[in-house]
């Protein structure tokens, strides 16, 4: 079974803080993704990665960085975080075949105070 | 631009019954896919069941099945012989052609009741 794991089930952080959100995928996938999930909204892709040292832009980027050093880990980082990113991140991994889904981690609950 | 659309933001449904989830899509690609996701209460996303445009027959996953009508661009889930388990959010979502991105509706609450 695919295991995508999420350092944090819930965090708090301060409003201006550094946040960094962990992901790693245990089974090779080129492909990882970050999204946020909002009441109302579903989940909006922030960022995503086809390969190592690679990013793309997702539509809501704004606020957020990545980072993909290794294959399996896939971290989001908050550069200076603020009450408006208080939210539901989940990240995914896939293969990337036109059938295949993507795998998801628990989610972090992030609020910002 | 792509879009999902889910005008249903909450269901209810006796345990046993049938419940169908509505789901349309808006896309000028010939090819794309498909998913249903299940999101419980715990927050983890379960994939349900995937249907390919080229694909003729309507996907089938145990008490999952799809109702496709490319023509009308829905793609709604309906689950059988609900059960009290089956409590949860419901994704629908769409993979971008010759991407791995993937569209997802605002979802739809279902509840099963004894």
């Known amino acids: 079974d695919v295991k995508v794991t999420q350092s944090s089930r819930y965090l708090v952080k301060r409003t201006g803080e550094k946040v960094f959100l962990e992901c790693v995928q245990d089974m090779d996938h080129e492909n990882m993704f970050w999204y946020r999930q909002d009441p109302g909204l579903g989940l909006r892709l922030i960022y995503f990665s086809y390969d190592v040292k690679m990013k793309e832009k997702g539509d809501i980027p704004e606020g957020y960085s990545v980072s993909r050093e290794k294959k399996e880990r896939f971290s989001l980082i908050l550069e200076s975080a603020s009450t408006n990113q208080t939210s539901m991140y989940l990240c995914?991994?896939?293969?990337?075949?036109?059938?295949?889904?993507?795998?998801f981690g628990d989610g972090t609950r992030l609020s910002i105070l | 631009a792509q879009k999902i659309t889910q005008t249903q933001p909450g269901m209810f449904v006796q345990e046993k019954e049938a419940v169908t989830l509505d789901c349309t899509y808006d896309?000028?690609?010939?090819?794309?896919?498909l998913f249903w996701y299940k999101q419980p209460s715990s927050g983890e996303m379960i994939f349900l069941i995937y249907?390919?445009?080229?694909?003729?027959q309507n996907a089938t996953e145990g008490r999952y099945s799809l109702n496709f009508q490319k023509a009308r661009k829905s793609a709604n889930l309906v689950i059988s012989a609900s059960q009290l388990g089956d409590s949860a959010m419901y994704f629908c979502a769409m993979r971008e052609w010759n991407t791995d991105k993937l569209i997802f509706g605002t979802g739809t609450r279902l509840q099963v009741f004894p």
């Open positions: 896309t000028s690609d010939q090819s794309y896919g």
């Open positions: 249907q390919g445009s080229y694909d003729e």
């Open positions: 995914a991994s896939s293969t990337g075949g036109a059938n295949q889904p993507q795998h």
